[in-house]
């Protein structure tokens, strides 16, 4: 059996802890520009990651989420993790 923290890489150095010591300590890879058969490969891994370009040509791109609530004024948003939120 190969173990987890060579099979993620992100893992190196990882020790366990009880519930509620847990601290992520591990970074989640960014990629621009992601191919098709990388993408596959990642999501067939189960390696979390984060595609920074994903929708750069759609329309949509440039909204704010006070556009999105202008056009959808009954629409449910959420957002996580944005840059500037509060944790």
Not at 39 to 50: D, E
Not at 71 to 76: D, E, R, S, V, Y
Request: charged share 25%.
């Amino acid at each position: 059996e190969i173990p987890e923290t060579e099979y993620f890489p992100a893992l190196q150095g990882f020790v366990p802890t009880q519930p509620g010591q847990f601290v992520p300590k591990a970074e989640i890879p960014r990629y621009t520009n992601l191919q098709q058969a990388e993408f596959n490969r990642l999501v067939r891994r189960g390696q979390p990651f984060v595609v920074d370009d994903c929708v750069k040509a759609h329309p949509l791109m440039g909204y704010t989420c006070e556009d999105f609530a202008k056009k959808w004024p009954q629409g449910k948003m959420k957002t996580e993790y944005s840059e500037g939120n509060k944790k």
